[in-house]
């Protein structure tokens, strides 16, 4: 085994550490999935094999809920779980979506129902997965539990008519569905899954490890590890600032972070939260207690205090813009966008790493490339660079955030190396020398992207 389990404790929890040394980029635990379905609320209609995005142009023949096609691979796991349930269930034939609702709420009741099914068909897996945490007590005040009762309980006990399973039970099992499941959401994929180790790996906002779902599950030394440390990945988005990681942590997986990112106002000095002072100019606002939602900011340099109100009004209204953005990927709102915020954030905060990223991607990546003869390659470069140096403190190591600069890197030697007329020997060299530093780029995005499509890493 490549780690061993430690108690916590305080919080009575276990936790993987190393048992060995591991080098950067080495495998350190690959499993198969225990049990997978479908994600919560999608916005699409998806196989319920798969879980790849369909058109409901193909059916189950038993059951009448759309797949990819009849021969989907992974299509038994519908039909010994709920597809003989809904065969016999009019009431829960697929329902396209009404002007009322965005999402298909019908899918959330599924991977709560194959859990549940494991009770009599598998007993040691549900052995195994009963122990796993759900934080019932807790989650009973959150708004969850109303949709949990609305689409998961009362699907499963009257529509699916399974009395058998008590409502306790179910909100148990939507627990351990929701705080223990690893997801690939994008625009291909949407599934959630449980695996019998992973979960062991504890959550850290600079974490020495990165992981693949697909093909199959596999968590790499991001970078070199000794043996004994604590085994960690994130559980949020790392690309966010401290805020609203720690927001989403609490929300989504009910964990307070106290790591040192998340305890440093300067967030490692990367300054991924930090805002520019609006009235000395100099200085830049940062929180007076980062571990504390509510605490004031204030100003290195003058002192200037803001309330926590005021930044949260403004992380909502960006927050808002760069979604759209995201749908988008129109490079002139993008740019907009960047003069708008450049004066109010720190040129290495988050929001605007992430519109410098994406104005980059739009120019130079696939379908949407837009880079024309006069645009400036070198600047793209130093701006790449400047993204890489704040990945460097944030995603440290093998990690596919770096990996996307890396393509992005690749892609702009390209085009710099397309740019020489080749007229002469000079030129000629020139493209050469471009070309292999190309390559090199490539080589190590490959490195730190493994199994993953480009254009998904950005999601996850
Ligand atoms: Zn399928
Ligand atoms: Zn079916
Ligand atoms: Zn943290
Ligand atoms: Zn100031």
Redesign the pocket.
Known sequence: MSFNLNLDMDSLEKYAIASRDFKIGEEILEENVVLFGPISEPKFPICLGCGIHVDCSITCYDCGWPICKSTCDKLIFHKINECEIFKKCRNMSFQRLTSKRNVFHQYDCILPLRMLLLIERSPEKWKYIQKLNSFLDIRRDDASWQSEQLYVVKYIRQKCKLKKFDEKLIHMVCGIVNINSFHVSNNKNNIRCIYKDSHNFSHNCVPNTTFVILPSHNFRASINISKGTKLTYSKTKVILPTLLRRQDLIRNSYLSCFCDRCSDPTELRSHFSSLK?P?????F?MSTDPLDFEADWR?I????RKRFSHLKKLYNEVEKELNKIKIEMNLEKCERLLQKYEPVFHFNHSFIVYLKYYSLLISLDGDTFQISKNDNINLKIIKLYEILSVFDIISPGYTKLRGTIFYLLYKAYIVKAKQCNKTNQHEKELYLRYMSTALKFLDMTEKMIIGKCFSDVMES
Not at 279 to 283: A, E, M, P, V
């Open positions: 002072c009235k000395c100019k100099i200085g606002l100003c340099t003058c002192k200037l």
